[in-house]
């Protein structure tokens, strides 16, 4: 069997290896324990990211995701984004977010009886310095997003249960901002250690960076009280030691596989493959720049973007866990124009615009790098496509961590790979290129009516689908896999374990 | 002398690091930030600054005993660098006292036997094994050991509080990868010398004067031994920083993996430190390869008289 699924899969000498090795650890003892369901309470996850030695507890300032999976573990969020829910927010320790009509004031109200593991309520206080923090402790730029759209300086606790929060110019969109990744810490936090006072749903018993970090439940939480007692998060950096040590029984859940690694695992007895849904995609995306010949050139965009197979990509590079792209940001936010038609994949036409364009035969070298799962061979068959259509296309890869390392140099590029987390687009869009679409983005996040804002919205996605400068081929979630009997686990930006359950 | 080439080597790892396009500001920032954003973590992070004064600073830190702050996250890189030494060490010296085991023992036997039958097939063998890429061993063993008997864990996860010394079954594997990987040449190394001493008109007069047994293999040995001894410390301290496909694929992340992530989001400080402790533990493997040697030297005479 394992010398088969190799054969067909035949991905080269590595990955067969790597596959057989996967595949042939499939012994038998995930098949104990298979009694699975809601009334399976208490016990503990074992949970295994990438995580490593830069692991920090100050979320802030971590650069891996298992310091924002940890962080969520411990901290409340304010609110999240929940595009299932009315103005596309769920609630944390904050009960509403109110707009004044003019759009130039946010009010906060925090819920009551949420408290702090040192007994201590949450109050206003709590919540301003918690959206002022980002700034105060040097947060990274992703914990950055309230202030892009609210003056934090200016920002009142008028009472114990009120955060007035004026905006730096109107915008309707500033939910987003507050929810994205918005987390509650205590007035006066500058330290994050095991005893941080937190709220949320669990607290850390003990944490060793790059190795791991067990939580226990808060027995205080003013939410939905977990089921699991504890959880143990396990920082395996490869991605295929993390696979093994599921596959041995080692661990009972990973995160951040690769497409080829969910694969192989998928129809495996005892494990389980989940990929996360929209709108959790990464959106993967080539950039051609409309400064720099040819792309200056609409036509030529627009030929590039009809020249990809995205089903193609779609099928050998994620096997099919990921979403086609339409050269639009924002797939599954509520904001999304569905009513664009899919581009379609047409090479011949794609020709005759080169053509048409003077550009039959040109020269361009795309720059990718393994910043995102398949971003490379992606990039691989893009350009194969293009050299199909007659471009003389070529492919640069860098190494691991330089494509965004010289962020000068890479905007520069004239083409190339790059992926922005999932986000609506209108609150992300860099203005600048495009300034029919600025003034649209700058109409769909100020009007006052919510019809004027989606029509401007969609009128500016249908600008960017037409002449936009990315040809935006693929939303790549994220992909996790778990031993029989662990279910509850939310796949969201990040997986979110706090209700995670398993099987005794 | 010590001093002087750390000294140097830290300047170059510096000067290398500092002409690499970007720095840790776009390992930092993420693909989403503005360029008020990345200029706010270029002033915190310290990188508005002239090289040479950033790495006086750095210099100055050192002296003192502080190797610095991340730059990533912000962490001290003592502690870093001390879990990642601790782990290289767990693993690399099983895999030296194996491989001195094995590649001096096998080493020393075909050696003596050259053009033996065990000679061709240990030739053959090695061959072979120099030939296989690390991951290669490694996957083999784990194919081995966690799959068709599976009796060892096929990912280090040392638990809270516990030191990876304190779980031998999980240091076997990437010890025994380690090892293997290294076994080919450092064996045909000790093989050729202990050929080459054997076929001395020294051996010669040894043997003619009746010196026979483990009292001739000595004196043999002991005679190859300076240019085996110098085989075996350069690859123990290629070890050092080498391993890094076994230490990605155990998940024993030592000071190599750590290494080569910290060049990835350009850690100057987290660069720095590996670098220069690599390079004192090099210099020490080597002084102690060579203090080991001058000692053999000296005692052969007085062995090697009959």
Known sequence: ?504 | MCAVTLTVLSVLVFWATDILPGDAVGAVSGPDATDAEREAVRLALGLDRPPLERYLDWGGGVLHGDLGTSMVSGTDVTDIVGARLEASFAVILPAAGLLLVLAGGLGTWAGLRAGSRLDRALSGTTLGLIGTPDFLIATGLLLVFTLWWPVLPAVAIVPLGQSLWQQPELIVLPAAALALGGFGSTMRLLRACVVQSAASPYAEFARLNGVRGARYVWTVVSNAAGPAVHAFTIMLAGLLGGGVVVETLFNVPGLGYELTRAVGTRDVPLIQAISLLLGGATLLVLLAGDVLVRLLDRRHPREGQP
């Open chain 1, 1 to 504: 069997m394992m010398a088969t699924r190799s054969r067909r899969r035949g991905t080269g000498v590595a990955a067969a290896l790597a596959v057989s090795l996967v595949l042939g650890a499939c012994g038998g003892e995930s098949e104990a324990g298979a009694e699975q369901g809601a009334d399976a309470t208490g016990g503990t996850l074992r949970a295994a990211f990438a995580g490593g030695a830069s692991e920090t507890l100050n979320y802030l300032q971590g650069p891996t995701g298992l310091d924002y999976v940890r962080a969520k573990l411990v901290h409340a969020p304010l609110c999240e984004l929940d595009a299932s829910a009315e103005a596309g927010v769920s609630y944390g320790v904050l009960k509403s977010i109110d707009v004044s009509d003019d759009l130039s004031e946010y009010t906060l109200s925090v819920r009551d009886g949420v408290k702090f593991t040192d007994g201590s309520a949450l109050t206003s206080k709590d919540v301003l310095y918690s959206l002022r923090a980002p700034q105060l402790l040097k947060g990274l730029p992703f914990t950055q997003l309230v202030a892009r759209g609210f003056d934090l300086e200016k920002a009142t606790a008028p009472d114990a249960s009120t955060v007035v929060l004026p905006t730096l110019s109107p915008i309707a969109d500033g939910r987003d901002l507050i929810c994205q990744s918005m987390l509650a810490i205590k007035d006066g936090t500058t330290e994050f250690t095991p005893q941080t006072p937190s709220s949320g749903p669990f607290t850390i018993t003990a944490f060793e960076a790059g190795r791991s970090t067990t939580l226990r439940r808060n027995e205080t939480y003013y939410g939905q009280a977990p089921s699991l007692d504890s959880i143990e998060l396990v920082s395996i950096p490869d991605g295929t030691a993390r696979v093994n040590a599921l596959r041995q029984g080692q661990v009972d859940y990973i995160s951040g596989l690769t497409p080829a690694q969910a694969q192989t695992l998928e129809g495996v007895d005892g494990t389980a493959v989940s990929t996360g849904e929209l709108p959790y995609a990464s959106y993967l995306q080539f950039t051609m720049s409309p400064a720099a010949q040819p792309f200056d050139d609409v036509r030529v965009r627009e030929a590039f973007r009809l020249a990809v197979n995205r089903e193609r990509i779609r099928e050998n590079v994620y096997y099919g866990h990921a979403f086609i792209g339409n050269d639009v940001p924002g797939l599954g936010f509520p904001n999304y124009d569905t009513s664009l038609e899919q581009r379609a994949y047409d090479p011949r036409r794609a020709r005759e615009l080169l053509a048409e364009a003077g550009a039959a035969g040109i020269e361009v070298e795309l720059t990718a790098g393994p910043e995102l799962a398949g971003m490379v061979e992606t990039a691989t068959l893009v350009v194969e496509d293009l050299q199909a259509i007659g471009v003389k296309a070529k492919l640069r890869e860098l190494a691991a961590g330089e494509l965004y390392a010289d962020f000068g140099a890479y905007a520069k590029l004239p083409f190339k790979a790059g992926y922005t987390p999932p986000a609506t687009f209108e609150p992300n869009w860099t203005p600048g290129a495009f300034p029919d679409v600025d003034a649209l983005v700058q109409t769909a996040r100020s009007a006052t009516s919510a019809e004027e804002r989606l029509s401007a919205s969609h009128q500016a996605q249908q600008l960017l689908w037409k002449e936009g400068s990315q040809l935006g081929v693929m939303f790549v979630p994220n992909i996790s896999a778990a031993v029989e009997g662990v279910s509850g686990i939310r796949e969201l930006q990040f997986p979110d374990l706090a209700q995670a359950t398993v099987s005794q």
